[in-house]
Each structure stands twice: as structure tokens, then as C-alpha cells.
């Protein structure tokens, strides 16, 4: 079993700057990739950016060039650092690890970014 556990969502003003970390543990083999994902309502969940074990990252069009996605191998923690957050980022963003060796991925129970006027 795996379990992961987000943390630094909360109000934000447009434009401004916010960073999610997402801790996991468990049964986590030495090949993974964790990934955000968001989902805004009324819209299907999408990948924000990801990044494997070694380092190897991808990032969405809507992330590239102000999202930064970084990962500490020892700890196992992703951090999304979110820069000039423009109202259509506001979303429940989720924490995804994929474990190729054992076929299965997991999920976090989210965290919650959402604008202030």
C-alpha cells in the first residue's frame, strides 16, 4: 500500500505564487513517476507536470515557463512550485504516483487552490 499526502494549497491572488508538496510512502519500488493533476469544476482532471525517479520531468502547456516541478529521491516528496497563477489554475490539484514494476498507480486526496480577489 501507498499513501500520499499533499500539503500547500490555499488562497492565492492572481499572479501570485504558491508551492505544493506531495509526500509519499509505503511500498514504493526504486522506478516511478509522480505527476499533479488538477481538476477544476466542471472539468475533467488533467496532468499539470510530472517527474520520474531520475529526474526526467514533463510539463503541460498551461505549466511551462511558470510551473516548476522538482522531486527529493531520499524523502520521496514532489514539489509543484506555481509562479503568476492565472484564474484558470484554480483548481483541486492531486498528487499521482505510477509504479511501473507493480502496475498500479495511486492517488492523493488532493489540495484545494483557489483565488482571492
Known amino acids: 500500500q501507498v499513501q500520499l499526502v499533499e500539503s500547500g494549497g490555499g488562497l492565492v491572488q492572481p499572479g501570485g505564487s504558491l508551492r505544493l508538496s506531495c509526500a509519499a510512502s509505503?511500498?514504493?519500488?526504486?522506478?516511478?513517476?509522480m505527476g499533479w493533476y488538477r481538476q477544476a469544476p466542471g472539468k475533467q482532471r488533467e496532468l499539470v507536470a510530472s517527474i520520474s525517479n531520475v529526474g526526467t520531468t514533463m510539463d503541460a502547456d498551461s505549466a511551462k515557463g511558470r510551473f516548476n516541478i522538482t522531486r527529493d529521491n531520499a524523502k520521496i516528496t514532489m514539489f509543484l512550485q506555481m509562479n503568476s497563477l492565472r484564474p484558470e489554475a484554480m483548481a483541486v490539484y492531486y498528487c499521482n504516483i505510477r509504479l511501473p514494476s507493480f502496475g498500479r498507480d495511486y492517488w492523493g486526496q488532493g489540495t484545494q487552490v483557489t483565488g482571492s480577489s
Open positions: 509505503g511500498s514504493i519500488s526504486s522506478i516511478y513517476v
